[in-house]
């Protein structure tokens, strides 16, 4: 039966993965290649499915007398289920190939899933989303000398009426970057970054997303061009998600630019997510804490005491949610520090001594704030403390501990490590205390009633009418 066939020639790929290269050339290709031949449409397709997995199976010069030829055959079936499941394989089947088995006529049917010219050119409209989809793989196997090769699809993906086809682009531009290096970046992909932050926002999300590693590959000089966009996604308001993605990317971003862009942009920047009014904006800012202190310490700036004593005023900030972001910083930085000294980084001295002096202060003082949350987390800051080395003789850490062990509130205690039953509630903890209860009320006189309009109503003494 045809299924029979159909079946084998789908999985024939992962049997030649775990056999013998010898027995997977002698005995299950011969089998693979006479039912790519097959006059079922379906096996063929099947085989075609699988060409990426068999060829993975294979030695170089296999593939280059097998595999290639197999592949202009499945191409150009007369079945256009066959084609359009060669076309789809293409990407992967080239992604097992290494730079010289890549042969020109290879990238020109791969170019023509995006251009429309060519085999691929009418298949279907799924064509440029596979296409896309592969993209970095493709580059990276032919590497950036055969960027000329692929350029023009490129671009002609770039102007795909399919958003889809863009935000798979979007995505992975940043890859490509990577692949090509500063020169070939900046020439043909910043015309593309400039352009997808000009689209909708499912296919901005994708450059945004990764925009720092983005521009770490470009030269110093282009980047500049590129500190307005910052600053427009940190105003950001109809979408939270994007200040969100600028958050968590603002620790490399430190690092990309100069003094200059920090104080005059950057620092503004990362202060105003602090108290953004969206909780994820406000912690996703807090975790770049330690990077950029780390930044602005090899930098040696001489407005660190002013970066300091405003991230101390969100300890002493009147509205909750910024003294409680100041507590998760303190965690955060406590985590990498602990990190550190765990691997014997010889940072982990300097970074206990920037904690000590510039965070530990406020950071105790949180251990007397009214709003249990806070205190919460100021006692997981304390756990933390208490397995770094530079802290375990601390006196006013040991006493900061010793208060909130005495804490009124479960969620406290069980941030510091007591055992407590579940659900027992802060109320029952204190005492089993009961709220006093309400007088029982006064039983209702049903004994006189009249009609109203029809309504059988109940006269109370000392009561108004009401329906019953």
Known sequence: MFRVRKATALHIGKICRWVPRDFAVDKILPVYLTLAEDEIWGVRK?????????????AAD?????????????????????RNAAFQHLGPLIATLSAAEVTPKLLQYYASMATGKGQAGNNDNEMPTFCAYNFPAVVLTVGRDNWVHLEEAYTELLKDIQWKVRRTLSYSLHEIALILGPKLTQDSLLP??????????????????????????IEPAARQQYVPLLLNLEM????????HLLAIQLGELFHLYDE???????????MKLCRDPVAEVRNGSGLQLHAILKRIDELKVSWRPEFVEELQDLATDRLFQHRLIYAQMCITVLQTIKESED?????????IEMFKRDLLPHLLSLVEDRV??????????????????GFKNDAKVAAALAALTKDKDVEVLRSMGQKLQVGLTSCKHLGGLNPTPKPNPEPLNLSLF?????????????MRRRTV
């Not at 296999?62 to 066959?82: Q, Y």
């Open 46 to 58: 099947a085989c075609a499915e699988s060409i990426a997995a068999v060829a993975a199976a294979l």
């Open 62 to 82: 296999v593939r280059k007398t097998t595999i290639l030829p197999l592949f202009d055959k499945l191409a150009t079936d007369v079945s256009r289920w066959v």
């Open 192 to 217: 593309a970054l400039d352009t997808f932050l000009k689209d909708l926002d499912e296919v901005k999300v994708g450059v945004v997303q990764n925009l720092a590693k983005l521009l770490g590959v």
């Open 236 to 243: 950001e308001c109809d979408n939270w998600r994007f200040r």
């Open 260 to 270: 200059e862009v920090i104080q005059t942009e950057l620092y503004p920047i990362f």
């Open 343 to 351: 691997k014997k980084a010889p940072e982990a001295a300097m970074d």
């Open 372 to 389: 249990a949350n806070i205190r919460q987390r100021a006692g997981i800051s304390l756990q933390l403390l208490k397995e770094i080395k």
């Open 450 to 462: 009249a009609l109203d309009n029809g309504l059988l109503m109940s006269i109370t003494p000392g």
